[in-house]
Structures are given as C-alpha cells and as structure tokens.
C-alpha cells in the first residue's frame, strides 16, 4: 500500500545532541514538506522540497537541517541549535503541478528532550 | 504571505446537532486550493474537504459543506448532525496555485478543538 512512513514514534534527544527524523514516501509524490507542531500552535512549516536536491525554508527553520537526495526521501535533523526541539513533527507530501490534490500525511514522531 | 487564521480555539456541539467551525485566510493570488483537515487523539492528519477557488460552488462532503466566500477570504467549514466520531482537531489551511516556477506551500490555521457532547 502507498503511503509515507515516519520513524521512530518516539524519540528523545539529549541537550546539544543532533536527532534525524526519518520519512520516507512511496508515493511517488514530488514535494514533501515538514511540519512542527505544538498545542496551540497549529501545524508550522519547518522545511520543504519540490524536487530532488532543492529544499526551501518554512516559518521556522532555524535549527533544523533537511537534505533531498532521493525523490522518496526527505530526513529532517534537528541540530543543538534548536532550542526548545520537544514537539510533535509530521512530515506531507503531495504530487507536483496537482494542485488540488491534498497533502498525505506521516503518523509522526514526538521528539522529547530529556 | 499567505496566513491563515482560525479565531475559535475550542468550539462544542451536541451530538445530531450542527456546528460551524469559520476560518479566514490572506493572500494576493486568485487562484489557490482551500482545504479542512481532521486531527482526531491518534494524531493522523484526515482530509475532510476541499475548495477551488475558481470554484463558485460550495463544497460538500456528505454531512461536511464548506461556505466559500472568496472576495471576503472566508472558508468556513459546517458539520451537520454531529456525530461523537467528529470530535477531533479541525485545521483549515491554504495551498499556492504552484505555478511554473512558483511553490506550492502548504500553509495550515492553529486550529480548533471540537467536542461533541452526547
């Protein structure tokens, strides 16, 4: 079945170590994006990609590093200069030049600092 | 930017009772994709509806009907005969037309909380 899968579920990050949120899609959807979401915050654009080797920055990508090598693949690192990381991130993706077709969604994965 | 806004952080509604949940949005393009999006307590982001806007017809989804007032930026989203399984997250958000050249960003509310009460 088509569908994009985030790994882990769960994780927790030490103070000043570097994570990488896995999402993987199979798709064969052209543009993935990343999204932080916090209570009361709804979803906030973290980083986005339309085509393999190109990203664009969201609303808030200070700390947060992402790379596009494979058209299925689009791994977000939340480096040590992210702050307050601890949130709940879901990774979409949608097909390119579909415009009204809607974003596919990942379960997500809550990130803790501990 | 675009931006959008959804004013009421938490609504209730009766169960077989209709609710409108109202969301407004800013932007200078003319042509764009409008959708509603459930978050129910599993977290998983579920479709619920979505508008054109070159579209004058309202869209409706079986008990979902959105009102679509382009020139005052208003997608407005009503559930009738609410049912417990309804209540969730609602997220209203706003796709760019992603023209040649262009991004397709994918812009969400802060949402609303809706209950449903038996």
């Known amino acids: 079945d088509g569908g994009i899968t985030q790994s882990p579920k769960y994780l927790f990050r030490k103070e000043g170590q570097n994570v990488t949120l896995s999402c993987e899609q199979n798709?064969?959807?052209?543009?993935m994006y990343w999204y932080r979401q916090d209570p009361g915050q709804g979803l906030r654009l973290i980083y986005y990609?339309?085509?393999?080797?190109?990203?664009q920055k969201g609303d808030i990508a200070e700390g947060y590093s992402v790379s596009r090598e494979k058209k299925e693949s689009f791994p977000l690192t939340v480096t040590s200069a992210q702050k307050n990381p601890t949130a709940f991130y879901l990774c979409a993706s949608t097909p390119w030049g579909r415009r009204g077709t809607e974003a596919f969604f990942g379960q997500g994965t809550r990130l803790t600092v501990v | 930017a675009q931006t959008v806004t959804q004013s009421q952080p938490e609504m209730s509604v009766q169960e077989a009772e209709t609710v409108t949940l109202s969301c407004t949005y800013d932007t200078s393009e003319s042509d764009y994709y409008l959708f509603w999006y459930k978050q129910p307590p599993s977290r998983q982001m579920i479709l619920v509806i979505r508008q054109e806007a070159y579209k004058q017809q309202n869209a409706t989804e079986n008990r979902f009907s959105v009102n679509f007032q382009k020139a005052a930026k208003s997608f407005s989203l009503k559930i009738s005969d609410s049912q417990l399984g309804d209540a969730a997250m609602y997220f209203c958000?706003?796709?760019?037309?992603?023209?040649?050249?262009?991004?397709?960003?994918?812009?969400f509310g802060k949402g609303m909380k809706l209950t449903v009460n038996p």
């Open positions: 958000a706003y796709r760019s037309p992603g023209t040649q050249g262009g991004s397709e960003k994918l812009v």
């Open positions: 798709l064969n959807h052209d543009a």
């Open positions: 990609s339309q085509i393999v080797n190109d990203f």
